[in-house]
């Protein structure tokens, strides 16, 4: 039963540069939390800070309210799983889920072998705790390095990216696994990574870092639905939201979002919600994801060009643009929806819904 608060964190490593800045949030008990956001953005300096691997330059840590930035790792009770899995090459599988609790000497060894069983199973590693771990595929290593961290029931668990070693399938299996484990362990856990589709599966909410900064905290469908900014809606959502730049314009009392090249959308028929209303002559981009933008005939629709056609099974990505000069953008069409023919070059669509940005980026 842990919760973890942090207020105003911030990391200045001595060179100067400020990995972590000013971040706050709070963590309840048993709830997954997962750090998003691009290479270089800060997030493993945060987890490490957590974990006590990483001094805190200013702000406070606590866990259940107390305030851990004194505190040494091994204090902490924290377990981590890390990108490379450091597996003892002679030991076999039960010594290395073993090794944690028998270096801190704190239980006897009959407790130890039952916990390793136990440990064994949740993982189905029970018929592989004689083998070493060069006799174990790559998922199996992954899994021993997660019993490793878990046998010892920390009251915090962190990942730092533990997946990114592994294939797309076994990344996909992982995933299941590593939710599932969080869930019947029951502790609290933060899990960092640079991949938006483990962010939105794992995590009970996502934060998501840009240059040091937190930018938005939210459960996966709030951050899909509702992202705070251009580079939030950006980097969550996979093909990725589709930007359309243009400028503010009134004709004959309609607002329309006028491209550089052409293309009119009237605002009112893109079914977005303002917290300001833009103001005519200022620069916006219109944020539409691929599932919004639909094939139409009616009076507002846009006739565009094909460019490419993905067809994935169940899905076919269209790519397309509205004038030979402006910005590709991406359809996605589900099977059973209205088809294209092959050789068709020109289709009229509709943006469904769409959010409207500023020049800042940040949403009206
Ligand atoms: P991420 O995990 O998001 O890829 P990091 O937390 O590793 O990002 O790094 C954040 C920033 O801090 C980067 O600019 C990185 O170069 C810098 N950084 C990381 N570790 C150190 C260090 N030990 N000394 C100086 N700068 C560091």
């Known amino acids: 039963m842990t919760t973890i608060t942090a207020e105003n964190l911030v990391k200045r490593y001595e060179c100067g540069t400020i990995a972590v800045s000013d971040i706050s949030f709070e963590i309840a008990t048993n709830e997954f939390l997962v750090i998003v956001g691009p290479s270089g953005c800060g997030k493993s300096t945060l987890l490490r800070m957590i974990a006590g691997l990483e001094e805190i330059t200013d702000g406070i840590l606590k866990f259940d309210g107390k305030t851990m930035n004194n505190v040494s790792a091994k204090d902490r009770d924290v377990g981590m799983v890390f990108q490379n899995y450091a597996l003892y090459p002679h030991l076999n599988v ?23 069983k136990e440990v ?6 029970t018929n592989y705790l004689n083998r070493k771990p060069k006799e174990l595929s790559g998922g199996q290593r992954q899994r021993v390095a997660l019993g490793r961290a878990i046998a010892r029931k920390p009251r915090v668990f962190l990942f730092d990216e533990p997946l990114s070693n592994l294939d797309a399938k076994l990344r996909a299996q992982m995933r299941i696994e590593i939710t599932r484990l969080q ?3 029951g502790s609290t856990g933060i899990y960092v990574t640079h991949d938006q589709t483990e962010a939105m599966t794992i995590g009970d909410r996502i934060a998501v870092m840009r240059d040091g900064k937190m930018q938005q905290i939210g459960t996966p469908k709030e951050i899909y639905d509702n992202p705070t900014n251009e580079f939030v809606a950006g980097f969550i959502g996979s093909p990725s939201m ?11 009392d309609i607002l329309f979002v006028r491209e550089e090249h052409g293309a009119k959308y009237a605002l009112d028929a893109l079914n977005c919600s303002f917290q300001k209303p833009p103001e005519l002559g200022k620069p916006v981009t219109i ?7 639909i094939l139409s005939n009616s009076d507002a629709a846009i006739s565009v060009e094909i460019v490419a056609k993905e067809f994935l099974g169940h899905e076919t990505l269209l ?17 059973g929806e209205r088809q294209i023919h092959s050789d068709q070059k020109n289709i ?5 819904s769409a959010l409207i940005f500023d020049a800042h980026g940040n949403r009206l």
């Open 348 to 352: 009229s669509i509709e943006l469904q």
């Open 242 to 252: 589709n930007f359309i730049r243009g400028v503010i314009e009134m004709q004959s």
């Open 120 to 125: 064994a199973e949740m993982l189905e590693l």
């Open 319 to 335: 790519y397309f643009r509205t004038h030979p000069k402006s910005a590709t953008l991406c359809s996605r069409m589900m099977q």
């Open 94 to 116: 039960a010594e290395n889920i073993a090794f944690p609790l028998k270096m801190r000497k704190e239980m006897p060894s009959s407790k130890i072998n039952d916990r390793v």
């Open 183 to 185: 869930r019947t362990v």
């Open 287 to 293: 944020g539409v994801r691929p599932e919004n933008i």
